[in-house]
């Protein structure tokens, strides 16, 4: 099965982020670059279905040269190849611009291997912008089938058979192949790279396409406008509720609700 995983590489949202004062200028100064979370679980479903299956990973991601690092991550993991795809006429794209890139990418690296990929998988959202679009864009833009919100997937004889996280619940969702799933968050954590796999991947190439060799792809001007840029405001602190009884707890929040009008 030939398996392609797209990454983003985001600020890493473990670091509390602010603006540049008297600015709307986002202050990212000293935080690493990370693999956004929702696509690292997209990339260890996609070896853990290689691994049972047979077939290869490809890591794909648009970003600089320092994206090239998060490549090599994923090649420390089980990825067996990956690729950056760079260019000044990518800059500012939107989801819909980097869908039409990443289509392009597809294409492209299908025709120089002469071999189409059967899945490609997609974190559900990126942490840096949190639209959960660029997944169906690419799927519509190849015109193949997507899959939202994946918590597991496994092969059958007509294509795949995948576990879909609702607000309900869960759902089973089958497809033909070749298909786009997004990944939410499974029931297990990405792998921990060894030392040896480390050391393979650091030697290991990261070719670079850009527009040219992407037969020219064309990204349009962003289809929106960003108005206004804002730290969100920081939130009271509860109010904690201790009385001698569970009852009488439940009562004194009660009667706080209605004299705040909230009942």
Do not use: W
Not at 89 to 102: N, P, R, V
Not at 133 to 162: F, H, R, W, Y
Not at 167 to 194: I, M, N, Q, W
């Amino acid at each position: 099965m030939e398996i392609l995983v797209c990454i983003k590489q985001v600020p890493d949202d473990s670091v509390e982020i602010h603006l540049k004062p008297g600015t709307e200028e986002v202050n990212l100064e000293g935080i690493a670059p990370i693999i956004n979370a929702f696509d690292t679980y997209a990339l260890e479903m996609a070896v853990r279905l290689k691994e049972a299956v047979g077939g290869t990973v490809t890591v794909v991601t648009i970003g600089d040269e320092s994206a090239k690092n998060s490549v090599k991550s994923c090649l420390a993991v089980g990825a067996d190849c990956g690729y950056v795809l760079s260019d000044s006429a990518f800059t500012g794209a939107d989801t819909l611009g980097k869908s039409h890139i990443l289509a392009a990418a597809v294409k492209q690296l299908e025709k120089n291997s002469g071999k189409a990929f059967d899945l490609i998988f997609c974190g559900r959202e990126a942490s840096d912008c949190v639209t959960g679009q660029v997944g169906p864009q690419l799927a519509e833009a190849l015109g193949d089938g997507v899959i939202t919100d994946l918590v597991d997937i496994e092969k059958t004889d007509s294509g795949v058979c995948c576990k879909q996280e609702t607000e309900e619940g869960y759902r089973r969702v089958e497809s033909k192949l070749p298909c786009v799933v997004t990944v939410s968050k499974p029931a297990y954590d990405p792998r921990y790279p060894t030392i040896r796999s480390k050391l393979a991947a650091r030697k290991m190439p990261i070719p670079t396409l850009d527009a040219a060799q992407l037969d020219h792809v064309s990204v349009a001007k962003p289809s929106f406008h960003i108005v206004k840029v804002f730290e969100p405001s920081k939130r009271q602190a509860g109010i904690k509720i201790k009385e001698e009884t569970c009852a009488d707890s439940a009562l004194k929040a009660v009667g706080m609700l209605a004299d705040a009008k909230l009942l």
